[in-house]
């Protein structure tokens, strides 16, 4: 259970919101947990947005010997745990006898590009059935590739000096708009689209190194040393979830011992606020926060006053959002795990909030929401929309 997170006032304690999602630019890792996969070594990897699970590719053959048959798999297995949900055999990609070393998930189709970069010279799209749907005539050696935001697979090839950032045409399989990337001569062996940045980040196994790098200009932003968690074996696939809070590591360089680490990622601390308050008197009651719930430091919950005379509030928090019809005319907004009725001035309530100094609340998120007594509402209350703070540095 988590400790008690807030103190907004003497009398309202948010407290043990043990239950509540990590939302999760900068790379600030932490190592969550790591296992071991039914395969020789991951390949490549690619994540899945709507159903959360992780693809995976054997990547690696036994040094020296043909690759026995079946171990050119890929696996769609639990990010967290790394349970297999599905297995197919990439081998339905004409020439695929190796790997493969990148896959790419289309974020439209949920259809997989796979590329085999050494042992075979082969690509491929298939669907997560593990159905051919179209072989390309080269698999250009790519040992990365990502979907970017803006819809273009974006690749990194093997052998090749300077590292480049090249387009892949998914109806030709031919590379064009080819991006040297600047600042680095290191062998790339894995890509992702950094969904929390706008970025793509890309593996660097020599230097056990992460590189964030701009797709527009090629520029490196960051380099992050992964090496406490992956040591001598660099990162041979890499994959975030769908809003960048977790990354997914897979190494088996040089045919070591497989393993896939889970990393915590912890990103910059905000606040929005979502849905639709109900007016009252004035209007429908503001909600706001004072600044970004940076952990260690404080800030302060804002609710407005509707009614325009001293009135009485209903502040809920939660570590989840809902919508359910309220029978005053407005929505509840927030699954209730705190509530005090507390006494809002004219001006507006005031709620300090002392975030603790706890690396493990990075990426929490807190919900909350307040009613009003307000006699000028059809049904005598008002509402708030609803605030999200997502806790961060």
């Not at 590591?249 to 070591?256: E, I, K, P, R, V």
Request: glycine share 12%; aromatic share 6%; hydrophobic share 40%.
């Amino acid at each position: 259970m988590r400790p008690s997170l807030l103190i907004l006032t003497s009398s309202f304690a948010l407290g043990s919101i043990f239950s509540a999602p990590l939302c999760a630019q900068g790379l600030d890792l932490s190592l969550q947990t790591q296992y071991s996969l039914d395969i020789l070594g991951p390949g490549g990897s690619a994540f899945d947005d709507s159903t959360g699970s992780l693809w995976v590719s054997d990547g690696a053959g036994p040094a020296g010997s043909a690759v026995p048959p079946g171990t050119n798999r890929v696996l769609e297995v639990d990010p967290f745990t790394g349970t297999t949900k599905s297995v197919f055999l990439a081998s339905v990609i004409p020439g695929l006898i190796d790997g493969p070393d990148a896959v790419a998930l289309h974020p439209g189709t949920g259809d997989m590009f796979l590329f085999n970069a050494d042992g075979g010279d082969a690509a491929g799209r298939v669907t997560q059935g593990g159905a051919l749907v179209q072989s390309f005539p080269s698999g250009h050696n790519i040992t990365g590739a990502a979907f970017c935001a803006d819809g273009s697979l974006r690749v990194v090839r093997a052998f090749v000096s300077p590292p480049t950032l090249w387009e892949f045409d998914t109806a030709s399989g031919q590379l064009k708009n080819p991006l040297p990337l600047v600042g680095t001569s290191d062998a790339i062996m894995a890509a992702d689209f950094d969904p929390a940045t706008g970025n793509i980040l890309l593996s660097a196994p020599s230097s056990r190194t992460l590189l964030e790098v701009d797709p527009a200009t090629g520029q490196i932003l960051s380099a992050t040393d992964v090496s406490p968690w992956v040591g001598n074996s660099g990162p041979t696939s890499l994959s975030f979830n769908a809003d960048g809070s977790y990354l997914f590591l897979g190494n088996a360089y040089s045919h070591a011992p497989n393993r896939m680490r889970v990393l915590k990622r912890c990103l910059p601390a905000s606040w929005s606020v979502y849905g639709q308050g109900y007016p009252g008197t004035l209007g429908v009651p503001a909600i706001s926060a004072s600044s970004a719930p940076v952990i260690g430091t404080s800030t302060s919950v804002q609710i407005g006053n509707s009614a325009g005379v001293n009135t009485m509030a209903l502040v809920i928090a939660g570590g989840s959002q809902v919508l359910v019809p309220g029978g005053w005319g407005g929505s509840l907004l927030v699954a209730p795990q705190a509530m005090a009725a507390l006494l809002a001035p004219t001006t507006g309530l005031t709620l300090p909030w002392v975030i603790p100094p706890d690396p493990s609340l990075c990426g929490l998120c807190v919900f909350a929401q307040a009613l009003l007594a307000d006699a000028g509402a059809p049904a005598g209350v008002s509402n708030t929309a609803g605030l999200k703070l997502i806790l961060g540095n």
